[in-house]
């Protein structure tokens, strides 16, 4: 690891430490739920151990950090065409807990964020996040979860629940050559066919009807999607409760999230069979 800085040739002072730093410290502070005083002693507690003659951040370069650093999310690149599983999850970060909004009823101070992720279903490392407001709907973040995959990967199929099932989600799966495998609305009609998009739609629609939905699930695939349910509920096993106020921070602290599940995911996972 890089620990310090390089030198940037910009006027000014430089960084006394690099982003790959930063992000460690940040990472043992989110792993283990610590605020930033005790981050920095652990840190300063782990450089003593190892024998290295390294300088500690303190917590307000922690804090002051957090907030504009790129998080570096490792991921597995699949052989395979990408079969992408795509869902979203509220996290708290501001109001009472559950038992005392149980008790008491829920508070007007109780504050939700939401988090988009587009799930590799093949290595189960989550390939693309969007963290956003409360109020922001699912489907007009599905193509800027495509937009991070690189254009020169593959997309196989796009799987997600009905709230995707919107132009824009069907154009952009074709824009990236991908099959959408999204059930159609209960109220759902057939689109006027002006565009590829429409017509796989239409499509999708017409095979619903013949089938009907539940053997259209079985015969698509489409109970994969349970996968991404579960990355969910990993997600919040780091705490039900984001402990940053600031929006930037809290977008880092859920992508260093992510970089954690990914390299748990990495050193092993169960095998799932269908069982008959």
């Known amino acids: 690891m890089v620990w310090h800085a390089e030198k940037t040739g910009k006027r000014g002072r430089p960084e ?7 992000q460690t410290c940040l990472t043992l502070k989110v792993l283990f739920s610590l605020p930033l005083r005790q981050t920095v002693g652990l840190i300063e507690s782990l450089i003593q151990m190892a024998g290295l003659d390294w300088p500690v951040p303190d917590y307000s370069t922690l804090c002051r950090r957090q907030a504009r650093i790129a998080v570096q999310i490792p991921y597995r690149a699949s052989e395979q065409p990408l079969n992408l599983l795509v869902d979203s999850t509220g996290i708290k970060f501001r109001g009472d807990g559950e038992w005392q909004a149980r008790k008491h009823g829920p508070s007007r101070r109780r504050q939700w964020r939401k988090v ?9 490392d989550v390939r693309a996040v969007e963290f956003t407001s409360s109020r922001q709907g699912d489907s007009p973040l599905l193509p800027d979860l495509l937009a991070q995959i ?27 050559g991908a099959a959408a495998v999204i059930p159609i609305r209960r109220n759902g009609r057939a689109w006027k066919e002006d565009c590829p998009a429409a017509a796989a739609r239409n499509e999708i629609l017409r095979a619903t ?7 259209w699930k079985k ?26 106020q600031d929006p930037d921070r809290q977008t880092a602290e859920v992508q260093i999230r992510i970089a954690i599940m990914n390299r748990f995911s990495a050193l092993g996972r169960a095998e799932i069979e269908a069982v008959r």
Not at 152 to 168: K, P
């Open 16 to 22: 006394t430490f690099s982003d790959a730093a930063i």
């Open 116 to 124: 988009h992720i587009a799930m590799d279903a093949g290595t189960g």
């Open 150 to 176: 690189p254009p020169e990967e593959a997309i196989g199929t796009v799987t997600a629940d009905g709230a995707y099932d919107t132009r824009r989600c069907h154009g952009a799966i074709i824009d990236r």
């Open 209 to 215: 009807r013949r089938l009907g939905r539940t053997l």
């Open 219 to 244: 015969w698509t695939g489409y109970h994969v999607r349970s996968r991404v349910e579960a990355v969910m509920n990993c997600l919040k096993l780091f705490g039900e409760r984001i402990m940053s």
